[in-house]
T-cell receptor
Framework: GENVEQHPSTLSVQEGDSAVIKCTYS??????FPWYKQELGKGPQLIID?????GEKKDQRIAVTLNKTAKHFSLHITETQPEDSAVYFC????????????FGKGTKLSVKP | EAGVTQFPSHSVIEKGQTVTLRCDPI?????LYWYRRVMGKEIKFLLH????????ESGMPNNRFLAERTGGTYSTLKVQPAELEDSGVYFC?????????????FGPGTRLTVL
């Protein structure tokens, strides 16, 4: 079946450094790629998303890049802060569906003060 | 605006018992989704409602799981009888119909433990 590979599974950075999380998807028909942040005891919260008609999208300290040819997309967080510590999930919308998000396994980001 | 709410937040039951999870989507969201995360694995799609109709139930694991959305508002997911492998966190999400239909907002989840 279709899947999304996410790396790394854990990431530790110093406050102020940048963090990058990478995902690869298999479904060529996917055209929507959201990123979710999950804090302890809470549900996944959408932080940014990108559609296949653009290569990059930015929102303050976070940005997402998409390479459709290589089927890669990445999350970039600059000037990390301790409150960025959480589990981050990438996902792709399964091309043959109207709502089936396929998720990566998640990246646990720790930002050390 | 209230977000997606789920009840209960935790449920501990014994194998063979029945459990019913409830999800209240964001008001006005006709799309409602159920997902599940089993320990150490990915969040996986279970099914998708548009109003009261099942649009896609390709992710439902077996016939012990029954999802309903009578009236097109809240939804329930019943597991009967529960098995050990059903343990995990069950998430509900909702989205609008229209240009933003892909943008899914998740609830806090229900953690189900089957002993």
């Amino acid at each position: 079946g279709e899947n999304v590979e996410q790396h790394p599974s854990t990431l530790s950075v110093q406050e102020g450094d940048s963090a990058v999380i990478k995902c690869t998807y298999s479904d060529s028909a996917s055209n929507y790629f959201p990123w979710y942040k999950q804090e302890l005891g809470k549900g996944p919260q959408l932080i940014i998303d990108i559609r296949s008609n653009v290569g990059e999208k930015k929102d303050q300290r976070i940005a997402v890049t998409l390479n459709k040819t290589a089927k890669h997309f990445s999350l970039h967080i600059t000037e990390t802060q301790p409150e960025d510590s959480a589990v981050y999930f990438c996902a792709s919308l399964y091309g043959g569906s109207q709502g089936n998000l396929i998720f990566g396994k998640g990246t646990k980001l720790s930002v050390k003060p | 605006e209230a977000g997606v709410t789920q009840f209960p937040s935790h449920s501990v039951i014994e194998k063979g018992q029945t459990v019913t999870l409830r999800c209240d989507p964001i008001s006005g969201h006709d799309n409602l989704y159920w997902y599940r995360r089993v320990m150490g694995k990915e969040i996986k799609f279970l099914l998708h409602f548009v109003k009261e109709s099942k649009q896609d139930e390709s992710g439902m694991p077996n016939n012990r799981f029954l999802a309903e959305r009578t009236g097109g508002t809240y939804s329930t997911l019943k597991v009967q009888p529960a098995e050990l492998e059903d343990s995990g966190v069950y998430f509900c999400a909702s989205s609008q119909v229209g240009p933003s239909t892909d943008t899914q907002y998740f609830g806090p989840g229900t953690r189900l433990t089957v002993l």
